[in-house]
């Protein structure tokens, strides 16, 4: 297989941390997010291995113009890290507010995944990384909207692997706690969440090419929390 990777939400957080990463380990990269002044920053960090193509991945055009540059780089991994975060309780969310979650979150990742999946399959396999949360397994307090994209995510993918297997294609869900990012900053114990840059670290070394076995689900813990 190849040794490119195309990650989505790749300007910041944990998708900023993961491009270093994959760029450290020798991988040519395709990278997306809606913010282009922090893309063109990103890209210039690591050089003429990135290429970058942003865009909403809501609209179809951004989609067509990612699968054209992943088939031409002959794309084996792609990472679906793009999202965005709602702190609402149910009462204060609206449905507009919802479906840009879920448009957000899940289908921009569906989407994208099940367009670049049949390249996938003839060329011999691939492997799709999901970033998801532990919100994914269960629900918190002003989060239901957030943690029912996650969960979608979860049902959406286990499922997928199954049809997937033969094809040589592998799934691994990533389900993280609070991290030190953009979205969490600011909250009291925030300097005890998970580092971006560990967890990158732990997620690259995940995309071996393994031969008999797939790592279905890696669950990210912390190891300090507040008293």
């Avoid at 193509?53 to 992943?70: F, H, Q, S, V």
């Avoid at 709602?86 to 969310?93: C, G, N, Y």
């Amino acid at each position: 297989m190849s040794n490119s990777v195309l990650i989505t939400g790749a300007s910041q957080g944990l998708g900023k941390a993961m491009t270093h990463e994959f760029y450290n380990k020798g991988y040519n990269l395709i990278l997306n997010g809606r913010d282009k002044a922090k893309l063109d920053l990103l890209s210039y960090e690591i050089g003429i291995k990135g290429i970058v193509i942003p865009g909403d991945l809501r609209e179809k055009n951004t989609i067509d113009r990612l699968i054209e540059e992943a088939e031409k780089r002959k794309v084996s991994i792609l990472v679906n890290s793009a999202g965005v975060y709602l702190k609402k309780t149910v009462a204060e969310t609206s449905e507009s507010e919802l479906r840009e979650v879920m448009e957000t979150n899940f289908f921009s990742a569906v989407n994208l995944t099940t367009r670049i999946l049949p390249f996938f399959v003839v060329n011999g396999g691939g492997t799709i990384i999901n970033i998801n949360s532990v919100a994914g397994d269960s629900g918190s307090y002003g989060e239901s909207a957030y943690a029912a994209s996650k969960h979608a995510i979860n049902g959406f993918f286990d499922s997928m692997r199954y049809e997937v297997a033969r094809g040589s294609v592998r799934i691994t869900n990533v389900a993280l706690g609070a991290m030190q990012t953009e979205m969490s900053y600011g909250r009291e114990d925030w300097d005890k969440f998970i580092s971006p840059e560990e967890a990158a670290k732990l997620i690259v070394s995940s995309c071996i090419d393994y031969k008999t076995l797939c790592p279905n689900e890696i669950r990210i813990g912390r190891t300090r929390y507040s008293k």
